[in-house]
């Protein structure tokens, strides 16, 4: 399967991802990105694959 994330960010200096359960904001677990500007940005990981 592919497809496109539309993220806050257009430039990226980094991203990570896991899949541990995070409480109630990201039960399925979470991905971030962090910016040039290092502003990190935070995505509930299970919209991103849906």
Known sequence: MKGVV???TL?????DV???DLGEK???G???AM???KNFFFYD???ILN
């Open 6 to 8: 539309n993220l806050s």
């Open 11 to 15: 430039e990226t200096d980094g991203c």
């Open 18 to 20: 896991t899949t541990l």
């Open 26 to 28: 990201f039960p399925s």
């Open 30 to 32: 979470l991905f971030v």
């Open 35 to 37: 910016n040039d500007d």
């Open 45 to 47: 990981l299970h919209k």
